[in-house]
């Protein structure tokens, strides 16, 4: 059974600063997806990770994916207040047709 | 865009009660999920669909059905409402190409398109 394991679930940042969020996962996948929720809002897709060393980014946000690491990351570059969300990784396991395994979420805040 | 419409955003309801969450997606979408989440839990899957008429049950079922009458509508029934059901449920929806093996899906697919989210239910039973 697949396991997602975020890290860490609460994160307070100062603007300008980078951090990163990892997202573990414990067997085989072949799909890794970033999420952003807002308070009150749905899930927002990021990024779609399809391969080991596989790299996106959108503006201040980076995602890379090892798979034989089992493990993601989401960077944060010269944080803002607006990047201020919840973070979700998601897995497929590399059999399961299209269900996904999400992690528990981070929840970035980003202080002025 | 693709655009996942749940029915209502709030919902308060008592126990036992029978209690429908509507999902509609307008993208031909094959696949529906209905997950809910929790503080510190993240999304659970409750059920899923590949196809009209089709569900598989995903890591959280009991307490619950679903039904997918027509393609493009994925409705979870709550049997009779328990207070521990008191959550926020979220409707999805991708496109996928399944493969089909006579009767049987495969379980393999081969799309790359991530999952599109609805707004939400904030459901309470009292």
């Known amino acids: 059974e697949l396991k997602v394991e975020q890290n860490p679930l609460f994160l307070s940042m100062q603007e300008g600063k980078n951090y990163t969020i990892y997202c573990n996962y414990s067997?085989?996948?072949?799909?890794l997806y970033w999420y952003r929720q807002d308070p009150g809002k749905s899930l927002e897709s990021l990024f779609v990770?399809?391969?080991?060393?596989a790299v996106k980014q959108e503006g201040r946000l980076m995602a890379s994916l090892d798979t034989k690491a089992r493990l993601s990351t989401l960077h944060i570059t010269a944080a803002v207040h607006d990047l201020s969300a919840t973070y979700f990784c998601?897995?497929?396991?590399?059999?399961?047709?299209?269900?996904?395994?999400f992690g528990e979420g981070t929840q970035l805040t980003v202080n002025p | 865009d693709v655009k996942v419409t749940q029915s209502s955003r709030y919902l308060v309801k008592r126990t036992g009660e029978k209690v429908f969450l509507e999902c509609v997606q307008d993208?031909?979408?094959?696949?529906m999920f209905w997950y809910r989440q929790d503080p510190g839990l993240g999304l659970r899957l409750i059920y899923f669909?590949?196809?009209?008429?089709?569900?598989e049950k995903g890591d959280i079922p009991e307490g619950y059905s679903v039904s997918r009458e027509k393609k493009e509508r994925f409705s979870l029934i709550l049997e009779s409402a328990s207070t521990n059901q008191t959550s926020m449920y979220l409707c999805?929806?991708?496109?996928?190409?399944?493969?089909?093996?006579?009767?049987?899906?495969?379980?393999?697919?081969?799309?790359?398109?991530?999952?599109?989210f609805g707004d939400g239910t904030r459901l309470s039973i009292l």
């Open positions: 067997t085989t996948s072949d799909r």
């Open positions: 993208m031909d979408h094959e696949n």
């Open positions: 998601a897995a497929r396991p590399a059999t399961s047709g299209s269900r996904l395994t």
């Open positions: 999805a929806s991708t496109l996928t190409r399944n493969i089909r093996w006579g009767r049987k899906w495969t379980g393999h697919v081969y799309s790359n398109q991530p999952q599109h």
């Open positions: 990770l399809l391969s080991n060393g």
């Open positions: 669909s590949y196809d009209v008429k089709m569900k």
